[in-house]
């Protein structure tokens, strides 16, 4: 695998679920960042860490909670999700932070009914 | 808050034919950056742009940062249906925080 890479690419979930976003970079960055793309409206950075602690959370409710156990790997974990929160969420690395030359997966599709 | 303002929001041309996309602000930035994102994957990095007045090419594409490094274009010579997609235009202040566009979506026609 090269660059950042993102599973589940596609997932469908109900409002009562648990469930988790995983990326992984293969690029040997520091930094790792969560973003949301919903239709017509600007990327929205949620969470970035750096070296594994966590230097950013853009004012995102608690029912996104982020994860990064090194620097290769983060996670999103969703629970109790709105149907507002159906987007395309995008994962990202950099080499340091901050950095502003990032470098994106293939983003999660996905839908709460 | 710091605004990206994208013009046009949407561009349907003819191949062969040449493009102008504009990224604007009232913002000083600096660097920006130039994606390009194509249905169903992330965006990928084009270029970015970091002195004011800086021009650089990539093929048929034009990425220029104005004097003042508020503003930025992208122009195509010459679209080629592989050129479609959405173009985002991102800035950054030195804070690791990109500040993004709307974006642009570019339609070629064979």
């Known amino acids: 695998e090269t660059g950042v890479t993102q599973t589940p690419r596609h997932l469908v979930m109900g409002m009562t679920n648990k469930k988790s976003l995983k990326c992984e970079q293969h690029l040997g960055h520091n930094a790792m960042y969560w973003y949301k793309q919903s239709a017509k409206k600007p990327l929205e950075l949620m969470f970035v860490?750096?070296?594994?602690?966590?230097?950013e959370n853009n004012s995102v409710p608690s029912r996104f909670s982020p994860e990064c156990p090194n620097s290769s790997h983060l996670f999103l974990h969703l629970h109790t999700l709105q149907p507002e929160d159906s987007a395309l969420y995008l994962c990202?690395?950099?080499?340091?932070?901050?950095?502003?030359?990032?470098?994106f997966g293939p983003g999660t599709r996905l839908t709460v009914l | 808050t710091q605004l990206l303002e994208q013009s046009p929001q949407f561009l349907s041309i003819q191949e062969g034919e040449n493009l102008t996309v504009y990224c604007n602000s009232s913002s000083v930035f600096s660097s920006l950056q130039w994606y390009r994102q194509e249905p169903g994957e992330g965006p990928v990095l084009l270029v970015t742009?970091?002195?004011?007045?800086e021009v650089k090419k990539l093929k048929r594409l034009t990425f220029q940062f104005g004097d003042a490094r508020k503003d930025s274009s992208l122009h195509i010579t010459a679209a080629q249906p592989g050129d479609t997609g959405l173009y985002l235009c991102?800035?950054?202040?030195?804070?690791?925080?990109?500040?993004f566009g709307q974006g642009t979506t570019l339609q070629v026609k064979p």
């Open positions: 860490y750096s070296l594994e602690e966590r230097v």
């Open positions: 742009v970091v002195t004011g007045g």
């Open positions: 990202a690395s950099s080499q340091d932070w901050p950095d502003n030359e990032q470098f």
């Open positions: 991102a800035g950054a202040r030195g804070t690791g925080k990109l500040i």
